[in-house]
Structures are given as structure tokens and as C-alpha cells.
């Protein structure tokens, strides 16, 4: 589980307010992914990063925003959500974007929106 | 049609009894075919990896890919307390970085 950290585990924001969560991954992968996973539904992929570039935004809403600085870390500025975004948002990483290659995700953020 | 088809469950089996998950899915093009393991408040864990068609075990874990019937599974010998999780089933094209997952399984081991 260290290989990829997540901060904060829990967050509880209203939906005026401005967040952002945190992955940052200790094993040397070139991509790194969003995912949401709520109660009763398949994990939903929302962004997926590859050497820092953006290969795919699974048509997420704008109020989401993803940052990857560098191969290492990961952010997603959350604004104005929505009580249905409430969800466990995890971070993954992998050795490069593309079939074959094992995903190893961290923890997750609890998110809820009140 | 939904992607991929994963009974929730829950499933409640007794210490040592064999635990038997599945999926269906719809594209015939899908090569990759793993099973992860979630435990409560905690993200999930690759436990077995198949390519294509077969069966491979791991343990006392085995998991089988029949892509004839687009159908895969995972078989758990002499289940632990331990294996006591939520288990999700995912797939992907060759190349293709989306993984389409399973809604999860939630099992059960009773001591």
C-alpha cells in the first residue's frame, strides 16, 4: 500500500467550496489514473496521464480538474461538486498507459459533498 | 448491454469451503483479464492476471478464461477468514490502457 499514497483519506467539503486531492506513487510507473468507485457500480475511469500528458478524459464534468506536475504525483481540483460526486476517489499508477501493464492503486479519498 | 457483468453478492461461505466467482462481458475484443482484491477502506490489489484463454493458478487461487463464452472466473480453495473482501473482475484490449471493471463481489468467509 505505500507504493501509492493518497492525501487526505476523508474529506468533507460543502459545494461552494475548493478541495484537491493527492497521489503521489514511490514506484517508478510513467502513468497514473483517477478513478471514482461509488456503492453498487463498476470503478469509473476519469483521467489518465502518461508521462505527464493527458491521454484521456472520460468525459468528466469541468467542476473536476487533474494536474500531473511530474511521473510522480497526481492532483484533482474539485469545485462546486455536487452531493452525487460523494464517492472513493483512487489514485493509480502503472509502468506505462497501455494493455498489459498492472495497475497498483493507492487507498483512496473518502469523499462527501454536503 | 452492460461492458462487464458482475454479480454484487453478498456471498456467505463457511471457513474451508471452495468460493466461486464470475464475470460475463460483451466485447469479444478484451485480451487481459484480472481479478482484484479490496478490502474494506482500502484500494484494491491485483491477485491474478490471465491473457488471453486458459486457466492459471496462483496458490489456492485459479482463475479461468473462457473467451468461446466470454466468461471468466475465479476459484478459491480452502477459504480463509482472510479472504474476506470485495472481489472485482477487469478487462482490457490489447494496448489499450482502459481497464472495464466488474461492479465487485462482496465475500464472506465465517469462521
Known amino acids: 500500500e505505500t507504493g501509492v499514497t493518497q492525501t487526505p483519506r476523508h474529506l468533507v467539503m460543502g459545494m461552494t467550496n475548493k478541495k484537491s486531492l493527492k497521489c503521489e506513487q514511490h514506484?517508478?510507473?510513467?502513468?497514473m489514473y483517477w478513478y471514482k468507485q461509488s456503492a453498487k457500480k463498476p470503478l469509473e475511469l476519469m483521467f489518465v496521464y502518461n508521462f505527464k500528458e493527458q491521454t484521456e478524459n472520460n468525459s468528466v464534468p469541468s467542476r473536476f480538474s487533474p494536474e500531473c506536475p511530474n511521473s510522480s504525483h497526481l492532483f484533482l481540483h474539485l469545485h462546486t461538486l455536487q452531493p452525487e460526486d460523494s464517492a472513493l476517489y483512487l489514485c493509480?499508477?502503472?509502468?506505462?498507459?497501455?494493455?498489459?501493464?498492472?495497475?497498483?492503486f493507492g487507498p483512496g479519498t473518502r469523499l462527501t459533498v454536503t | 448491454q452492460k461492458e462487464v457483468e458482475q454479480d454484487p453478492g453478498p456471498l456467505s461461505v463457511p471457513e474451508g469451503a471452495i468460493v466461486s466467482l464470475n464475470c460475463t462481458y460483451s466485447?469479444?475484443?478484451?485480451?487481459?483479464f484480472m481479478w482484484y482484491r479490496q478490502y474494506s477502506r482500502k484500494g484494491p490489489e491485483l491477485l491474478m492476471y490471465t491473457y488471453s484463454s486458459g486457466n492459471k493458478e496462483d496458490g489456492r487461487f485459479t482463475a479461468q478464461v473462457d473467451k468461446s463464452s466470454k466468461y471468466i472466473s475465479l476459484f478459491i480453495r480452502d477459504s480463509q477468514p482472510s479472504d474476506s473482501a470485495t472481489y472485482l473482475c477487469a478487462m482490457t484490449l490489447n494496448g489499450n490502457n482502459r481497464l472495464a471493471f466488474g461492479k465487485g463481489n462482496q465475500v464472506v468467509v465465517i469462521p
Open positions: 514506484l517508478g510507473h510513467n502513468a
Open positions: 493509480a499508477s502503472s509502468q506505462e498507459a497501455g494493455g498489459g501493464y498492472e495497475q497498483y
Open positions: 466485447n469479444s475484443a478484451f485480451q487481459y
